[in-house]
Structures are given as C-alpha cells and as structure tokens.
C-alpha cells in the first residue's frame, strides 16, 4: 500500500517520536545503573576457617542482589539459597547489603565470586576468595651431630605443603644468619620450601642455640631449635697453690694445673723444659709438689693435657730467692709525718734568719755610733780618728771569766 501527501509526514514524525522515546529511557536506565555503586572486597582466609563475602548497594531502586560462585552458580538469590550447600549460611540481607558466609573453606572454593545487582544490564563487582594453607612443623636437621672448632657444619630446615611458599630465616643465639633457600612445588598447588645453612663453629658456639623460623600469613611463631655441639681442645691454666707470695730457700712449692676441654682431657702431664723434675717431686693428677727448695730446681715447669681434639700446655718459671729474701723492707712510710716535720724544720730556720737579720742590724748601729763621737769636736778627720780612740780608751775593758 502507497501513502502519499500528509501521510508520510504523519509517519515519519511517529517513527521520530518513538525512537526518541526508547533513546530517553535507555539514557534514563543507564544513569539510574550507574547510580548503584556496586562493591565488594577479596577475602584472603584460613583453610578451615570461614569467609564472609559482602556485596553492598548505594541508592538501591528495589534491583535484585544475587551472589554467584566461580562456575557462575547462584548461591544466593535475595535471600534464598539455590545452591544446595549448606556451608553457605545468609548473615545480612536488607535493600543495600547481602552478606554470605562460607564456613570450612578448603582449596576447592578458592576462586573468583561475583556480586550481581539485576538491573539491565546486570552490574557486577568481583570478590577473589584467596585459601592460605600453613606449613606443618619445620623439620631441622644437620650434617652431623657433633663438629670440631674450626670445621664447618650444615644445618636443613624444612617447610612441607604451604600455600603460598613460606619463608625461612635462621638465628644463632641473637645473630640473625643467612641460608640459601629453595622451592619447590607440588602437583596439587603446594609448596615445599627447604633452607641450608652453612657456618663455621668455634669453642664458643658449643652449645649455643640456633633456630630456623618460619614466616607465613596463615601462621605464627613457628619454628624448630636444635643445640651446637662443639669439641675443642684443651684449655691449660697452672696455678701456684702454695706458697702465696715468693718461692724461698727450704719452702715448698705446691702447684695446680685446670684443664678443661670436650671432651675432657684424658691425660694430664707434667715435665720440666730442658730439665729433669727433680727426684722427690712428686705428682698427683693435675698436682705438682716439690718439698724444700733450693736454687737448683730454677726452672721452666709446663703443664701438658690432650684429648682427641688435640693438645695444649702452660709454663710455670720458677725462681727460688734467698731464705730471707722480702724480710726487713722499708716500712710504708707516712707523708703526713714528714710533711709536718718539714714545716717544723722550714720554721724553725725563718725564725733563725729573723734574729740573725735582727742581730746584725743592731751592731751595725753601734759601730758607726762609735766613730761619730769622735767627729763631734774634731776640727778634721785626724782629729776625729784620735778623738775616737781616745773614746775607746775611756770605756770599760771587757772581762772574760773562764769557769
């Protein structure tokens, strides 16, 4: 059929109206979905324990919220269960949240679930359920049990079927060392991690603790401590029991030889350097005893012990002094003393120069005293010089008296 004139003009403006329509409500439709902020957050949990998944909803227009499992399976529709596993348990379900707990997860349920909001087209948000697995109880072992100093050892340390691989860090005593580790992983996803430690131990480490701790999300405080055993060779000390100051002239001489060692040292000798002992010493163990001593016996006494480390010594040089030898020394002397005594001595002579000074002065006075009396009435000096003596002449003669 043909439609001419008006007609098409009727047509057109019906086809323009309804195109716009449908434009207008997909506009609208497409505002009012994004409008709905769907979210959620990944979960990371346990292997036994349990996850909560939420999917939440601003500005809800009444669109259904369903949660769907990695296979795409609806778990929950609303507020009603389609899936038919009862560890999925409904926590919350209003106009803006459903909330769903998954209890016992195992590795299975690890994977990608998806929040669903009904509209159209759906909106969706993406929650990813990580299962971390713990590692079991570390197992240490060493190249040997017991290592001499100065050689090197290995210490192991393993962590079985972990996911993700754990990490392993060791300690000796409050040192933190580095071993070299490795990786490996199982057929089902799991990993085995294994730590070799390499360190070369002195006597001092004998017995020192050295631990290998494990590191992991899904644990704590995980670890496995074993003890070092150290041999090393003996250590020799002598020490003079008797007497305790110097060795004098018909003493005796009481020495002790400690030894320690790991093992403990299993002989023990004493021998005199580039001499014999002299031939009533006697010795006991460790214990060295000479009776009466005189000069002869000066020498170089060593102490030696061994064990299946090896072997080591200590010297003793014996010096035999006079029978009087230390007796009659100075007493301590006391500064006070004698600092007083120097101030008594030091005044003493400034009070000596005082009348000395004193005694000088005056006779000094005197002696001019005397030659002026002859210058009172002389004309000249010759005059005054005879006047003078004539005054001495005048004075009384000095008596000396001997008793």
């Known amino acids: 059929m043909a439609i001419t004139g008006n007609g098409s003009l009727t047509i057109s403006l019906s086809v323009f109206v309804i195109s716009a329509a449908f434009l207008l409500k997909g506009a609208a439709e497409t505002l009012s979905v994004e409008g709905q902020n769907l979210g959620t957050d990944n979960v990371s949990v346990i292997e036994g324990e349990m996850a909560t998944i939420s999917c939440r909803v601003k500005n809800n227009d009444d669109s259904v919220i369903q949660l769907l499992n990695p296979n795409r399976q609806t778990i929950y529709f609303r507020d009603v269960r389609p899936l038919k596993d009862s560890r999925f348990q409904l926590v919350n379900f209003s106009d803006n949240e459903l909330r769903v707990s998954l209890s016992n997860v195992s590795l299975s349920d690890e994977g990608r679930y998806v929040c669903q909001l009904y509209t159209d087209p759906p909106q969706e948000a993406y929650a990813d359920i990580t299962v971390l697995v713990p590692p079991g109880s570390p197992i240490m072992d060493s190249q040997e049990d017991v290592v001499s100093e100065g050689n090197e050892t290995e210490l192991t340390c393993t962590a079985m079927g972990s996911k993700p691989a754990a990490s392993i860090r060791?300690?000796?005593?409050?040192?933190?060392?580095?071993?070299?580790?490795?990786?490996?992983?199982?057929?089902?996803?799991?990993?085995?991690?294994?730590?070799?430690?390499?360190?070369?131990?002195?006597?001092?480490?004998?017995?020192?603790?050295?631990?290998?701790?494990?590191?992991?999300?899904?644990?704590?405080?995980?670890?496995?401590?074993?003890?070092?055993?150290?041999?090393?060779?003996?250590?020799?000390?002598?020490?003079?029991?008797?007497?305790?100051?110097?060795?004098?002239?018909?003493?005796?001489?009481?020495?002790?030889?400690?030894?320690?060692?790991?093992?403990?040292?299993?002989?023990?000798?004493?021998?005199?350097?580039?001499?014999?002992?002299?031939?009533?010493?006697?010795?006991?163990?460790?214990?060295?005893?000479?009776?009466?001593?005189?000069?002869?016996?000066?020498?170089?006494?060593?102490c030696v012990a061994s064990n299946a480390v090896g072997e080591a010594y200590d010297d003793y040089i014996l010096f035999v002094y006079d029978s009087r030898a230390g007796e009659g020394a100075p007493q301590k002397i006391d500064h006070a003393v004698i600092g007083g005594v120097v101030a008594v001595v030091m005044f003493a002579i400034l009070c000596a120069l005082i009348v000395l000074g004193r005694y000088f002065a005056r006779h000094k006075g005197t002696y001019f005293t005397h030659e002026a009396k002859g210058a009172d009435d002389a004309a000249d000096a010759d005059t005054a010089i005879i006047n003078a003596e004539g005054g001495h002449n005048n004075t009384e003669e000095k008596k000396e008296y001997y008793i």
């Open 170 to 302: 060791w300690m000796k005593g409050e040192q933190e060392l580095t071993g070299k580790m490795t990786v490996d992983e199982t057929y089902d996803g799991m990993f085995t991690v294994t730590s070799r430690l390499r360190l070369t131990v002195s006597k001092e480490d004998d017995g020192a603790p050295v631990s290998c701790i494990i590191d992991h999300p899904a644990v704590k405080d995980l670890q496995a401590q074993r003890y070092l055993e150290v041999l090393y060779q003996p250590e020799v000390k002598i020490v003079q029991a008797f007497p305790e100051g110097l060795t004098r002239e018909g003493e005796n001489l009481e020495l002790t030889c400690i030894v320690n060692g790991k093992p403990q040292p299993h002989q023990i000798s004493w021998l005199r350097v580039d001499d014999d002992v002299p031939s009533h010493t006697v010795i006991t163990g460790s214990d060295l005893f000479i009776e009466n001593l005189n000069k002869s016996y000066n020498g170089t006494y060593r």
